[in-house]
């Protein structure tokens, strides 16, 4: 099984910044695509925003310009950037990876919580 290890999560007030990191253990994780999920108390898990192999991204509109996903391939780690975070991007925040075949995995989750 690939595995996925996330860091970066924590508390932050409203309008600050975070940036989340996940390492991803796979020698052909350039092919990946990654993606962040996010899940919040008794809500589903969404995607937050996605990066393809080749660095096309995807975003849900409520992070579209505060957000941004990155991947770094010769670290094998895929980055969001959260700017001008609010109450509302509370949440666990997992890390996603499909590979050619659809086979998928996740990360354990960060916890980032927006709060003053």
């Known amino acids: 099984q690939v595995q996925l290890v996330e860091s970066g999560g924590g508390l932050v007030q409203p309008g600050g910044s975070l940036r989340l990191s996940c390492v991803v253990s796979?020698?052909?994780?350039?092919?990946?695509?990654m993606a962040w999920y996010r899940q919040a108390p008794g809500e589903q898990r969404d995607m937050v925003a996605t990066?393809?192999?080749?660095?096309?991204?995807n975003y849900v509109d409520s992070v579209k310009g505060r957000f941004t996903i990155s991947r770094d391939n010769a670290k094998r780690t895929v980055y969001l950037q959260m700017n001008s975070l609010n109450p509302e991007d509370t949440a666990v925040y997992y890390c996603?990876?499909?590979?050619?075949?659809?086979?998928?995995?996740w990360g354990q989750g960060t916890q980032v919580t927006v709060s003053s």
């Open positions: 796979t020698s052909i994780f350039s092919s990946y695509t």
């Open positions: 996603y990876a499909k590979n050619s075949n659809l086979r998928q995995y």
């Open positions: 990066i393809t192999g080749g660095g096309s991204t």
